[in-house]
């Protein structure tokens, strides 16, 4: 174990809260909705003479707090256990922790509401002493109306588990501001420079009370950022430095489009006093932040402007993630739109298909589709998955999908001897692992009816839902998924298709969720299906995916559905 991942424990986020924790300087850690810690940070195990082995677990209150002899303390004299209960942030002093060797640790403290993702709350704990205020070295003394100490750490701990735990930058920015208003300011304003080195206003937020309100008209389009300007923006937005500004700095002759801009900024907002510093990314500048004050009266203070730039720079590493991450989704999505088929027109029969990419989308998936006629007037239907969520699974799927065309439009076989080539050459001639396929053939029987013969490789069975609402699944010919290597002969099997009915073919990742069983996920999807089968198939497709798809899925999904006429 590393030594983040040994202060964790019940799931949480090792790499975000983590880095919160140790960037936060004092004594920290986190607990749960029932007051057991499941986080703690290197100072906190040195301040009270505990491992994290500990202390992970353990109930905080009665585990640490004392009275000012050691005695255990009821909970309810516990100041902290009475405001962590009120779930509102708040501080104390003159309080007492317990430390492994039995002595008492005078501690000053905070606590916060805590974000550690997956809709779960938590609560951060900040302490000190005054022998171990977790800072060296003497500070300026901070403006009457700064944060103390112990809330500048707690908000940097807060800002970087509430930004590195989103992708979306839509959503870092939402957070960013509802970190700094009205906490820091009464004004938020954020500017990015775009991929093609143009400035957009993006953000500019005004607190009306506790609520962060947005200026839409004081957003939009900028001018480019000058090369010399020694205006503070223009500054911000080369990288160079933080300053601090007010209306005074732009009331002579401007020298840049950018400081236009902000002389109008300052008179639309009111704002008597700015700090505007650069966010910035691992490899560019992305833009700059804006704090002003217009109700708050004190101003901004040179000793203002390092807690700031700290927040900047944690935004910034959340906003060149959360780009890269949708930059990555547009490439999967792209490829993955390109190597799924168009699906042909059936004389007679209604089909329509559907591929969601998985919430990580930054991976290509290995599911497919495909349908195309064949020779002999019938028309194939494939459905598959390929194993793995990368560049590979995708390539393979794409292999695997174009062979199969080729033996299928050439071999006049059922479609078992078909999948047996196609395994056979899988397995030679690719380098897919595994992969789990249904493949059959629909064409119309001597009576007129609709016939479908397939063979199924270790693949969810396909649907079949009468116009009545009758919901079966087509359980024979199943055999094993290919890539095995075991040389079995493939079943194959046959059934007609009623009038009305509909046929849905689907992957896993539509009926699947962590912690449930695949008879649940069946269950749910024949219910559902059922209850949809009077619906045109456009719409009965994409309310069986809203419906079924479970909330917590982590894996692409495709499905094909094909409805036989009335007859």
Known sequence: MTGSEHREGHGLSVPITSAALEAVGAGAYVVDEQGCI????????????????????????????????????????????????????????DDHFARADGSVLPVSWLITPYDIGDRRAATLVVFHTPEHPGTTGPRPEPPARSLSELQRLALLAETTAQLTSTLDVDEALRRLVALVVPRLADWAIVDLITERDEVWRTVVVHAEGDTPVRREDLQGPMPPIPEESPMPLSRALRGVASTLAGPQTYQGTPD????????????????????????????????????????????????????????????????????????????????????????????????????????????????????????????????????GHDLEAAAGMAQVRNMLRAYAWSQHEPPSRVVERLDEAVQHITDVAMATMIFGRIETAHDGHWQLSWTNAGHPPPLLISRDGLADYLTDGHGILLGTQTGLRRPDATALLPPGSTLVLYTDGLIEAPGQSLDTGLNRLRQHAAALAHRPLISFTDQLLRRVRPADNDDDVALLALRVPEG
């Not at 966010?279 to 217009?294: E, K």
């Open 256 to 387: 840049s489009g950018i400081a236009v801009e902000q002389g109008r900024l300052f008179q639309a907002t009111g704002m008597h006093s700015a700090a505007i510093a650069p966010i910035r990314g691992p490899r560019a500048v992305l833009g700059a932040l804006t704090l002003g004050r217009t109700e708050t009266p004190a101003a901004f203070a040179p000793v203002d402007l390092p807690l700031i730039e700290d927040i900047a720079r944690r935004a910034g590493l959340a906003l060149d993630n959360a780009r890269l991450y949708q930059r990555q989704r547009k490439v999967a999505e792209t490829m993955q739109n390109h190597l799924l088929p168009q699906m042909p027109g059936l004389q007679g029969l209604e089909m329509n298909v559907r591929y969601l990419p998985a919430p990580d989308a930054s991976h290509v998936g290995g599911d497919w589709y495909d349908a195309f006629p064949l020779p002999d007037t019938s028309t194939a239907l494939a459905i598959g998955d390929v194993v």
């Open 38 to 93: 499941i986080a703690v940070n290197a100072r906190a195990e040195e301040l009270l003479g505990r491992p994290a082995t500990e202390l992970l677990g353990q109930d905080a209150h009665d585990l640490l707090h004392r009275g000012p002899q050691g005695q255990q303390l009821p909970r309810t004299q516990c100041a902290m256990r009475q405001a962590f209960h009120a779930g509102h942030p708040a501080q104390g002093d």
